[in-house]
């Protein structure tokens, strides 16, 4: 893979130019010359992603949702692709798919997405009980609706 330049937009989507950004942030095994292939290697690792793509996360996931409740949902379909590539370990992008594919009548594919979604909150202590729960009604609505 190809090495990230300092002045290059960090990898996290936060617009911000990737020496301003996740290069300064704090990790376990810092190095000044991480590669595309370390970053996404340390977020498979399960490690915490930075403050900063925490925040352009939740800032592009709540986009998404807006965009679905607006009925732009190609574009909210788009942006959740968009999530589960930038963040493979995070379960927003999954959730949101589910969304877009309830409001499209799609409810196989919606708790299908859902259970998924469902599987990574479970296994990560660091979401919090009322997303778990929230999760779990959404899912036994849709599957009482199937």
């Known amino acids: 893979m190809a090495k990230i330049g300092r002045n290059d ?10 020496k301003r950004c996740c290069l300064t ?3 376990s095994n810092p190095n000044p010359d991480r590669t ?8 498979e690792a ?8 925490v925040d352009a996360l939740n800032e592009r996931a709540d986009r998404a949702l807006d965009l679905i409740l607006e009925g732009h949902v190609d574009d909210a379909e788009a942006m959740a692709h968009d999530l589960m590539r930038d963040f493979p370990q995070e379960v927003e992008g999954i959730d949101l798919l589910s969304m877009v594919s ?4 799609q409810r196989e594919r919606a708790a299908d997405l859902l ?11 660091h979401h919090d009980a ?7 009604q959404r899912l036994t609505e849709l599957e009482h609706r199937a």
């Open 9 to 18: 937009p960090c990898l996290c989507g936060s617009g911000k130019k990737y």
């Open 25 to 27: 942030a704090p990790t």
């Open 36 to 43: 595309t292939a370390n970053i996404v290697a340390h977020v």
């Open 46 to 53: 399960g490690d915490d992603i930075c403050d900063c793509c």
């Open 102 to 105: 309830e409001v499209r009548g």
């Open 115 to 125: 259970r998924r979604a469902i599987d990574i909150v479970d296994g990560h202590p």
């Open 130 to 136: 009322e997303t778990r729960v929230l999760m779990h």
